[in-house]
C-alpha cells in the first residue's frame, strides 16, 4: 500500500508541486493587497456582483452624481407625490376649417303615387256676349266720339273668367295732320279695358282691325256688365274724319 502511494507521489510530483505554488501565491496576493491598489481598470466587466461586496462598503461618496436611474433602485424605493389640482380649464379653440363638399348620393327611389285631385272647372269657354255695332258712325277730327253697341249687357257668373275679343272696320281719311294717334277704345262699366288702333295709311281706305284681347277678373258672385265704346280722333284739320263702319265684340267666359 506505501508502495502504491509512493509511486503516484512521485509520478505526480511535479503537478502537486504546481498547485502548491498556485495556492499559495493567491494567497499571498490576497494577503499584500493593499486598499486602493486595485483599480477599476483592473476588473472585468461585470465581475463583481452585490453578493462580492460587503455590507455598507458603498456609500454616496462612492456615486457620480447623476449617474443613477430610477431603474437602479428597488421597487417601492421612493413615495409617490400628492395628486396636483387640476388646472384652469383651456380656452375656446378656433373654428375648424369647413370639410369639404361630399359626393353625390345617388337618386333615390321613386315615391308613391300622392291620390287623385278634386275635378278641375271646365275648361272650355262659352260665348257669353255678342256685341255689335248698332249704325255707321263718323268720328270727326280733333274729337271722341261715341259708338253705339248692340246687345252690350251681359252676366259674368261668380268664378268666371271673361276675355273681350274682336275686330272693327274703319274708313281712312286721305290725310291726317298732326295725329297723335287715333283709336276705337273699348270700356266695361265705364273703365277702360281695351282698344283697336285706327291706321293713317293706307290713306282713303277702308280696314278692319283686331281689337287687343282685353280680361275681367273671376268674381265672387254673378256680376251684370255693361260695354261701350268712343272713337279718339286726333287729326287736326277739316275733313280729317275717321268712320266706324262696323264692329264684331264677342265675350267668352271660361269657368
Known amino acids: 500500500m506505501i508502495h502504491r502511494f509512493t509511486g503516484h507521489l512521485r509520478g505526480n510530483a511535479v503537478g502537486y508541486l504546481a498547485l502548491f505554488i498556485a495556492l499559495g501565491g493567491s494567497s499571498y496576493a490576497a494577503v ?5 491598489s486595485v483599480k477599476s481598470a483592473a476588473i472585468a466587466k461585470r465581475a463583481v456582483t452585490h453578493a462580492k461586496l460587503a455590507r455598507n462598503s458603498v456609500t454616496s461618496a462612492n456615486v457620480a452624481k447623476g449617474t443613477l436611474t430610477p431603474s437602479d433602485f428597488k421597487a417601492g424605493t421612493f413615495l409617490q ?21 361630399g359626393f353625390k348620393g345617388d337618386a333615390g327611389d321613386a315615391g308613391p303615387q300622392g291620390p287623385q285631385g278634386p275635378a278641375g272647372k ?8 255678342k256685341i255689335r255695332l248698332g249704325n255707321t258712325v263718323t268720328a270727326p277730327h280733333g274729337s271722341s266720339t261715341s259708338v253705339p253697341l248692340s246687345g252690350g249687357s251681359w252676366t259674368q257668373s261668380a268664378g268666371q273668367i271673361n276675355l273681350l275679343a274682336g275686330t272693327v ?23 277702360a279695358n281695351t282698344f283697336a288702333l285706327a291706321p293713317i295709311v293706307p290713306a282713303g281706305t277702308t280696314v278692319t282691325m283686331p281689337i287687343v284681347v282685353g280680361t275681367m277678373s273671376e268674381t265672387d258672385g254673378d256680376t251684370q256688365h255693361t260695354m261701350t265704346a268712343s272713337f279718339a280722333n286726333s287729326c287736326t284739320k277739316g275733313g280729317e274724319d275717321y268712320a266706324v263702319n262696323g264692329a264684331k265684340l264677342d265675350v267668352i267666359a271660361f269657368g
Open 122 to 129: 271646365d275648361g272650355n269657354g262659352a260665348i257669353a256676349a
Open 32 to 36: 499584500r493587497l493593499t486598499p486602493g
Open 81 to 101: 407625490g400628492l395628486k396636483g389640482d387640476s388646472g384652469d380649464s383651456g380656452g375656446e379653440g378656433s373654428d375648424g376649417l369647413d370639410g369639404l363638399s
Open 169 to 191: 272696320t274703319l274708313a281712312v281719311p286721305s290725310s291726317c295732320t298732326g295725329s297723335f294717334g287715333n283709336s276705337l277704345v273699348i270700356s266695361v262699366d265705364g273703365q
